[in-house]
């Protein structure tokens, strides 16, 4: 059983490049969620969404990112225009609808901005 | 009130040992208690998870013990192994509520 697919698995890019980073969910689970992980400020949840719908992007430092889940099995983060600070890795969870239920991370995508 | 904090930072347990890592929150509507184990180019991957229902959990090597009155718990691996040194994470969430809150992390070394 596949479990959460992210790509790239790493990505090295200048400042004021565009950024897409992308997960595949677990086949039905119904919750995505996407987190930033760093040194300084630990796991930090940026969005998640439950049936495709975005629920909660409080996490969602600023409008320089976006997230979208355009079906039940694809969903993307974009950063536009990245900043050296936007360097982390960035990690993509799905859950299952049923209460109780753990998150399933993915192995994350290593983001270097120059 | 959302926070969770945990300590150490870092623990260095020589193996057979037992590695303890403690958690404390502040928010009364917290219900579900996970622990999060993370090797390095890896994502987290769920160990434990406890309900305050009850006030202890083991799955094998691995122990949550819960004190609802104290707000606190903790994760405690017995005979501890080299195959355990990893990144810690302890969690909470509400019922009703997907998010979870997640600890600052402890970085586990069994050494020989």
């Known amino acids: 059983d596949a479990g959460v697919i992210q790509s790239p698995r790493h990505e090295v890019t200048e400042m004021g490049q565009e950024v897409t980073l992308r997960c595949k969910p677990i086949?039905?689970?119904?919750?995505l969620f996407w987190y930033r992980q760093t040194m300084m400020r630990g796991l930090e949840l940026l969005i998640y969404?439950?049936?495709?719908?975005?629920?909660?992007d409080s996490g969602m430092p600023e409008d320089r990112f976006s997230a979208k889940m355009p079906n039940a099995s694809f969903s993307t983060l974009k950063i536009q225009p990245s900043e050296p600070r936007d360097s982390a890795v960035y990690f993509c969870?799905?859950?299952?609808?049923?209460?109780?239920?753990?998150?399933?991370f993915g192995d994350g995508t290593r983001l270097s901005i120059l | 009130q959302q926070q969770v904090k945990q300590s150490p930072q870092s623990l260095i347990v020589q193996k057979g040992g037992i590695s303890i890592i403690n958690c404390a929150y502040e928010?009364?509507?917290?219900?579900?208690f996970p622990w999060y184990q993370q090797f390095p180019g890896k994502g987290p991957a769920l160990l434990i998870a406890?309900?305050?229902?009850?006030s202890e959990k083991k799955e094998g090597r691995f122990t949550i013990s819960f004190n609802k009155s104290a707000k606190q718990f903790s994760l405690h691996i017995m005979d501890s192994q080299p195959g355990d040194s990893a990144t810690y994470f302890c969690?909470?969430?509400?019922?009703?509520?997907?998010?979870?809150?997640f600890g600052t992390g402890t970085r586990l070394t069994i050494i020989p």
């Open positions: 406890i309900r305050p229902d009850v």
């Open positions: 969404f439950n049936n495709n719908v975005p629920i909660d």
């Open positions: 086949s039905g689970h119904n919750s």
């Open positions: 928010n009364t509507a917290f219900d579900y």
């Open positions: 969690a909470a969430s509400s019922f009703g509520n997907e998010k979870l809150t």
């Open positions: 969870a799905s859950r299952p609808g049923r209460v109780g239920q753990p998150q399933h």
